[in-house]
């Protein structure tokens, strides 16, 4: 038997943990720009810098799509 056989997710493996990345960036720069802390702690910022999270949104947002890209035409 080949070690690809064996992957968890087979030779996809790159492609589910981008697409994982991509996604996680999307929804947590996401929830903390529209939720941010009820109370904020001594030394944290009141909310979530907008123009570094919608930068990363976007960044997210592009790894995401390639790597359903990828996935679907694989």
């Known amino acids: 038997m080949f070690l690809a056989e064996k992957l968890l ?6 492609a ?4 994982a ?3 996680a960036l999307v ?6 720009l529209l939720r941010p802390p009820a109370r904020s702690r ?8 907008v123009r570094r999270s919608v930068i990363m949104i ?5 790894a995401a799509i390639w790597a359903l890209a990828t996935l679907v035409t694989a």
């Open 16 to 19: 589910w943990l981008l697409l």
């Open 9 to 14: 997710l087979g030779d996809n493996l790159l």
């Open 42 to 49: 001594t030394g944290d910022l009141d909310r979530a810098p």
């Open 21 to 23: 990345l991509g996604a």
């Open 27 to 32: 929804v947590g720069n996401g929830l903390a």
């Open 58 to 62: 976007a960044i997210g947002a592009v």
